[in-house]
T-cell receptor, first 112, second 114 residues
Framework: QKEVEQNSGPLSVPEGAIASLNCTYS??????FFWYRQYSGKSPELIMS????GDKEDGRFTAQLNKASQYVSLLIRDSQPSDSATYLC????????????FGTGTQLKVEL | ETGVTQSPTHLIKTRGQQVTLRCSSQ?????VSWYQQALGQGPQFIFQ???????GRGNFPPRFSGLQFPNYSSELNVNALELDDSALYLC?????????????FGPGTRLTVL
């Protein structure tokens, strides 16, 4: 079982729709969770961090964390073609030092 | 822009050679982590440096080594290059002991081993 799992996609949504990206993790003592966006050939760019159960909103982005179910999600409202990228979910565990453990990423395509 | 810089941008080496990659951390940050990202995969943790000491290591062989300097910049050295070492190498800086453990990535170095 991978420590952080994501559906590789591609996830296709029409412009203006809500994109929903999901991630599960296996280490119960994971404490910090991050969503990074990565355009092809570029490095990961931080979108959101979340530490507590519930929702965290930042502009068009909402991160959701459910520690009991061990899942994290990212909602992108009013999706734009510029949102087309790979979205990486990452976690930091209490037992893993300060290293980020990443999923394989979900490719999002926003279609006109 | 994160303020994290890496050099060189691209590098081509042949199998068996050695390579050194460099990273300058964001101003105010004291910790540097290195990751390897193969095509189509998520980044994999190589190691982390804090106060010039290795502070955690992933599942990479000893031919991957590193340094951190007093100004918090860092180097990643890879000896005896193998074809599978071809990847995007990412440096991330963070502030250990700060309010958050967020890591910010540099632009990466694309290494090709022929």
């Amino acid at each position: 079982q991978k420590e952080v799992e994501q559906n590789s996609g591609p996830l296709s949504v029409p412009e203006g729709a809500i994109a929903s990206l999901n991630c599960t993790y296996s280490d119960r003592v994971s404490q910090s969770f991050f969503w990074y966006r990565q355009y092809s050939g570029k490095s990961p760019e931080l979108i959101m961090s979340i530490y507590s159960n519930g929702d965290k909103e930042d502009g068009r982005f909402t991160a959701q964390l459910n520690k009991a179910s061990q899942y994290v999600s990212l909602l992108i409202r009013d999706s734009q073609p510029s949102d087309s990228a790979t979205y990486l979910c990452a976690a930091i565990s209490l037992r893993g030092g300060n290293k980020l453990t990443f999923g394989t990423g979900t490719q999002l395509k926003v279609e006109l | 822009e994160t303020g994290v810089t890496q050099s060189p941008t691209h590098l081509i080496k042949t199998r068996g050679q050695q390579v050194t990659l460099r990273c300058s951390s964001q101003s105010g940050h004291n910790t540097v982590s290195w990751y390897q990202q193969a095509l189509g995969q998520g980044p994999q943790f190589i190691f982390q440096y804090y106060r010039e000491e290795e502070n955690g290591r992933g599942n990479f062989p000893p031919r991957f080594s590193g340094l951190q300097f007093p100004n918090y910049s860092s180097e990643l050295n890879v000896n005896a290059l193998e074809l599978d070492d071809s990847a995007l190498y990412l440096c991330a800086s963070s502030l250990w002991g700060g309010r958050t453990d967020t890591q910010y990535f540099g632009p990466g170095t694309r290494l090709t081993v022929l």
